[in-house]
C-alpha cells in the first residue's frame, strides 16, 4: 500500500465535495465533522486551535443543526481535546473558553428556552453536563511541571532576542503572561511599539481612525489601551498554523496534507487543475461554519 493509500486508509478522507447540489442536501455540518475526520486533526498542532475554535463557534450556535449521530461525534472528540490539553497541557485557556460557551449554551436551551431542542434523552443530556463540569475541573486544576534544565533558558537569551520573540507573538494574552514572568519581560511587555504592531496586525487603519475613537497626536497613544479598545468593538484576526482548504476548481474542501505535497505534488485532494496552488482558499471556522448554513 503506498502512502496515499495508507493515509485513506488509516485516517479516511479528509476531503469532501461541496459543490452547491451536494452542500444544500448530501453534506451536512455533522458529516463534514465525521468525513474531514477532525478526531485525528487535533492529534497535529498545526491543527488542534482550528479545530477547537471551530468547535467553540458550534458550542455557541449550531448545536441544535447537529443530528444525534453528530452530537454524539462532537462530545468524543470534544472528549479527546480535552485529554490532549490534560495529557499535553497545550493551549488550556482556548479549551476552557470552548467548554464556557458550551456549559453557558446548553444551560441555556435546557433552563431557559421552555422545551429541550436538542436531539435525544434528556438524561443523555444530563450527563453530557456532568462531563463539562469534570472536564472544566480537570483543567482548573491542571499543573503544568516545571522542567529542570541544565542548559540555557528563556531569560539566559540577550534582550534582542527576547524583544523578537515577543514580537512574534498575535496573542496578547500570550505578551501579558509572559511579561509577568521575569521584571526584564514585563518592562520588554509594555513596549508601546509591540502594541502598535498588535493593534495594525489585527485591526485596519479604518478601524484605528473611526468616529468613535478619539486619537490624540500618534506619538502619544497608548497604544495598549488602543488594542483592547478595538478588541471590544471588531473582531481579531485569526492565525493558525493549518486551515482546511477549499478548491474553486474542483469545489472540493479538504486538509492540506504537507508530506504528501512534498513527496507526490499531491496538495491533498484528486485535483485537476493544472495549476492546483493558485486554485486553493484558505476557510476560517466562521467560514466553515457559513458553508454549511442554508
Same mark, same amino acid.
Given at each position: 500500500?503506498?502512502?496515499?493509500?495508507?493515509?485513506?486508509?488509516?485516517?479516511?478522507?479528509?476531503?469532501?465535495?461541496?459543490?452547491?447540489?451536494?452542500?444544500?442536501?448530501?453534506?451536512?455540518?455533522?458529516?463534514?465533522? +465525521?468525513?474531514?475526520?477532525? @478526531?485525528?486533526?487535533?492529534?497535529? &498542532?498545526?491543527?488542534?486551535?482550528?479545530?477547537?475554535?471551530? %468547535?467553540? &463557534?458550534?458550542?455557541?450556535?449550531?448545536?441544535? =443543526?447537529? @443530528?444525534?449521530?453528530?452530537?454524539? +461525534?462532537? $462530545?468524543?472528540?470534544?472528549?479527546?481535546?480535552?485529554?490532549?490539553?490534560?495529557?499535553?497541557?497545550?493551549?488550556?485557556?482556548?479549551?476552557?473558553?470552548?467548554?464556557?460557551?458550551?456549559?453557558?449554551?446548553?444551560?441555556?436551551?435546557?433552563?431557559?428556552?421552555?422545551?429541550?431542542?436538542?436531539?435525544?434523552?434528556?438524561?443523555?443530556? #444530563?450527563?453530557?453536563?456532568?462531563?463539562?463540569?469534570?472536564?472544566?475541573?480537570?483543567?482548573?486544576?491542571?499543573?503544568?511541571?516545571?522542567?529542570?534544565?541544565?542548559?540555557?533558558? %528563556?531569560?539566559?537569551?540577550?534582550?534582542?532576542?527576547?524583544?523578537?520573540?515577543?514580537?512574534? #507573538? @498575535?496573542? /496578547?494574552?500570550?505578551?501579558?503572561?509572559?511579561?509577568? /514572568?521575569?521584571?526584564?519581560?514585563?518592562?520588554?511587555?509594555?513596549?508601546?511599539?509591540?502594541?502598535?504592531? #498588535?493593534?495594525?496586525?489585527?485591526?485596519?487603519? !479604518?478601524?484605528?481612525?473611526?468616529? +468613535?475613537?478619539?486619537?490624540?497626536?500618534?506619538?502619544?497613544?497608548?497604544? !495598549?489601551?488602543?488594542?483592547?479598545?478595538?478588541?471590544?468593538?471588531?473582531?481579531?484576526?485569526?492565525?493558525?498554523?493549518?486551515? &482546511?482548504? %477549499?478548491?474553486?476548481?474542483? @469545489?472540493?474542501? $479538504?486538509?492540506?496534507?504537507?508530506?504528501?505535497?512534498?513527496? $507526490? !505534488?499531491?496538495?491533498?485532494?484528486?485535483?485537476?487543475?493544472?495549476?492546483?496552488?493558485?486554485?486553493?482558499?484558505?476557510? =476560517?471556522?466562521?467560514?466553515?461554519?457559513?458553508? $454549511?448554513? %442554508?
Amino acid at each position: 500500500m503506498d502512502l496515499r493509500a495508507e493515509r485513506q486508509h488509516e485516517g479516511g478522507q479528509c476531503w469532501i465535495p461541496l459543490s452547491p447540489d451536494t452542500r444544500h442536501g448530501y453534506c451536512t455540518l455533522g458529516e463534514a465533522l +465525521n468525513r474531514l475526520d477532525f @478526531s485525528s486533526a487535533i492529534h497535529d &498542532l498545526r491543527r488542534f486551535n482550528y479545530v477547537a475554535k471551530l %468547535f467553540q &463557534l458550534i458550542a455557541r450556535s449550531q448545536l441544535t =443543526s447537529l @443530528s444525534g449521530a453528530a452530537q454524539k +461525534n462532537y $462530545f468524543n472528540i470534544l472528549e479527546k481535546i480535552v485529554r490532549k490539553v490534560v495529557e499535553d497541557h497545550y493551549n488550556p485557556r482556548l479549551v476552557k473558553e470552548l467548554l464556557q460557551d458550551l456549559s453557558a449554551t446548553l444551560h441555556s436551551l435546557t433552563l431557559h428556552v421552555g422545551r429541550c431542542v436538542l436531539v435525544g434523552n434528556v438524561n443523555v443530556w #444530563l450527563c453530557r453536563l456532568e462531563n463539562i463540569l469534570k472536564w472544566q475541573q480537570q483543567l482548573n486544576d491542571l499543573q503544568i511541571p516545571k522542567q529542570i534544565r541544565s542548559g540555557m533558558s %528563556f531569560s539566559d537569551l540577550p534582550l534582542y532576542m527576547q524583544n523578537k520573540i515577543l514580537y512574534n #507573538l @498575535s496573542d /496578547a494574552c500570550d505578551i501579558i503572561n509572559l511579561g509577568q /514572568a521575569t521584571p526584564t519581560l514585563h518592562v520588554l511587555s509594555e513596549n508601546r511599539t509591540l502594541w502598535k504592531r #498588535l493593534c495594525h496586525f489585527h485591526f485596519s487603519d !479604518k478601524q484605528h481612525s473611526s468616529r +468613535n475613537l478619539v486619537l490624540p497626536k500618534s506619538d502619544s497613544v497608548d497604544w !495598549k489601551l488602543m488594542y483592547f479598545t478595538l478588541q471590544k468593538r471588531y473582531p481579531m484576526k485569526e492565525q493558525y498554523g493549518d486551515t &482546511l482548504h %477549499f478548491c474553486k476548481h474542483c @469545489s472540493i474542501l $479538504f486538509w492540506k496534507d504537507r508530506h504528501l505535497a512534498l513527496l $507526490f !505534488k499531491d496538495c491533498g485532494h484528486p485535483c485537476t487543475a493544472n495549476d492546483p496552488e493558485r486554485c486553493l482558499v484558505p476557510i =476560517s471556522p466562521q467560514h466553515f461554519i457559513d458553508l $454549511f448554513q %442554508f
